[in-house]
């Protein structure tokens, strides 16, 4: 996987070029085309595509597969973090992508749309004592959602973010 990054790193800026688009849209929506072959195999309504926590160019192409992102999160200082990098870099994919996709003028196969349209994050719950939150987990927990809103959504939390939900 590491040489084919190495390949998708290379061809992203290809697909702004003037030559040999087909090459360059051919190698960046890889994954998208794999996933469409098996989504028509199975009969598949909704794909998941579980990636791992980086912004590199294997993530980048998978997401632009997708029509909408979930965020796993832990109740940690470094989901808040992965926060505020994820949000800017998905708007700029976004953009990115969009550019991408006008430049190519005779359209020689289907190109995902690549929304990446976040709609949602789901916390993992660990560190429970006697049926209670730990006050650490809580507090980072009470945190995440003005953190999503600011970064990710790109707007301003409600006043008093709501308290997680939890399930036994």
């Known amino acids: 996987m590491s040489g084919f990054e190495d390949l998708l790193s290379a061809q992203w800026p290809n697909c702004l070029d003037n030559n040999n ?3 360059a849209f051919r190698v960046v929506t890889a994954f998208w ?3 469409q072959r098996g989504a028509r195999q199975c009969e598949a309504d909704i794909i998941l595509v579980d990636v791992g926590p980086s912004l590199g160019a294997i993530n980048r192409s998978a997401l632009i597969a997708t029509d909408f992102v979930v965020v796993p999160l832990g109740a940690d200082l470094f989901s808040r973090q992965g926060l505020r990098n994820l ?4 708007r700029r994919w976004r953009s990115e992508w969009g550019k991408r996709r006008q430049n190519r003028d005779s359209p020689e ?3 995902p749309h690549g929304k990446m349209e976040p709609i949602g994050y789901v ?3 660990h560190g429970v004592r006697l049926s209670r939150p730990v006050k650490a987990y809580d507090r980072w927990a009470r945190r995440m959602p003005g953190e999503y809103a600011r970064s990710v959504l790109d707007c301003e939390p409600a006043a008093r973010p709501p308290s997680p939900t939890r399930t036994a």
């Not at 949000?87 to 998905?90: E, N």
Request: hydrophobic share 50%; proline share 6%.
């Open 123 to 125: 916390i993992q719950q």
């Open 87 to 90: 949000g800017p870099t998905l």
């Open 33 to 35: 085309l794999v996933i």
């Open 109 to 111: 196969f289907d190109l």
């Open 21 to 23: 688009l087909y090459r």
